[in-house]
């Protein structure tokens, strides 16, 4: 109700507005409600329905204008439903900020800054650590190489590929900025470029899943560059970068051969194997 | 009379102000002002992606959600496809937002794309391709996030017009329920 207003309502409409606002709340409820079987919780993590609302567990039908389709943005007011397990990367945890914003309306004391990013940043870490152990151990246990990295996130990546490039300039005694930007350059093209390889021999594989396997496929190079910056004794550097660079390859390879034509599988793997073993060159030769 | 006067809105979330704007800043001052302190491209390569790669996490998680209620990101359903997803607030609450806020969220990212490109064209002048290759990593990360807000706007305003018609539809129908209950 605004302040100065003084008409009287007539009865009827008073009631019509009744009305409304009872459709309204039904239809944020029980959308709010629906939107967490909407997205698919990732495999490797267990949902926990943490947020205080009653609404999650229950099973209404969608309404009517929520499109269920897979292409179709998901839609309708979410806030109750971000509790902090669900989750890909962004965020559930500001989930509690937002359901003060939705259902308290006015004046709802906001969540302090600290508490929703600390569980963001926990949670995107957990992340990282997840994909790193799937991509680059040995792991028995793992389902179908193609669906295993599903959340992709690229700050792995830009973790190793600064490293790199921050070993491989650190052990540089001239030149260094260069040889940072070069290797920092050459790892990030190359990605792309292996990526579009993929993509056109007719692979199926998703642009952004692809750059962040790569990435992640820079961890044994990254732990063999750090070898060879501590210790500069050439015989150890060959084995030490062989060695990480059959790791590399050895991790590389169910991923791209997962994703194209068994006919086209040495095409595809090549030219990874081949950019591997320059960066080996590179961490070899840099004096 | 209250109408008469301004309401005078002060920003909801002046934390979460602070943060968003804070790592765009710091990510400009800092490749700005650091040819003057560092000789090294690689402290300002590194230190400026990587406050620029913050401020996008800031954005895209944070303040996205905190000050204008919107928020987007990719999923890889069973069937392997990418889907771009997008998610606003009920139309209540992204009223109800605060317009200060709103106001401050869309014009920093504008801004800051902005102003990497205008940074950019001067490198690009002088043939400094170490430059070119940072402006071009904080752009991206820039644009990005224009592009995923701004969708994810657009389909904010396309559901508000949805529930307005389904309310008013439903308004109507039940109008005539009472209307016929009446006769």
Known sequence: MSHGDTIPLHPSSQSDIDEIENLIYDSVQSSQATVLPARPPSPPRASIPVSSSPFINSNIPPPSYQKATVSAPSKQPVPAVLPVSSADFSTPSGGDARQGISSDAFGSPANTLTEPVWDTVKRDLSRIVNNLKLVVFPNPYREDPGKALRDWDLWGPFFFIVFLGLALSWSASVKKSEVFAVAFAMLAAGAVILTLNVLLLGGHIIFFQSLSLLGYCLFPLDVGALICLLKDNVILKVIVVSVTLAWSSWAAYPFMSAAVNPRRKALALYPVFLMYVSVGFLIIAID | ?183
Request: with cysteine; proline share 1%; charged share 15%.
């Open chain 2, 1 to 183: 009379m209250d109408r008469n006067q301004e309401t005078r809105e002060n920003y909801a979330n002046p934390r979460t102000c602070f943060f968003h704007v804070i790592f765009k800043a710091a990510a400009l001052a800092f490749y700005i002002l650091s040819a003057l302190f560092f000789n090294s491209f690689v402290i300002i390569f590194v230190v400026t992606v990587f406050l620029a790669a913050l401020d996008f996490w800031v954005v895209k998680n944070v303040s996205g959600r905190i000050l204008v209620g919107l928020r987007w990101w990719n999923e890889i359903n069973e069937q392997g496809e990418s889907v771009w997803k997008f998610e606003c607030l009920d139309h209540e609450s992204l009223a109800r937002m605060n317009k200060k806020d709103s106001w401050l969220f869309w014009w920093t990212i504008y801004l800051t794309a902005v102003a990497w490109i205008v940074l950019g064209i001067f490198s690009l002048i002088r043939f400094q391709a170490d430059y070119v290759l940072v402006i071009s990593v904080c752009l991206t990360l820039s644009i990005a996030n224009i592009v995923g807000f701004t969708k994810c706007r657009k389909d904010a305003k396309k559901q508000i017009q949805q529930f307005a018609s389904q309310t008013i539809a439903s308004q109507f129908s039940s109008t005539l329920q009472s209307a016929f209950s009446l006769v």
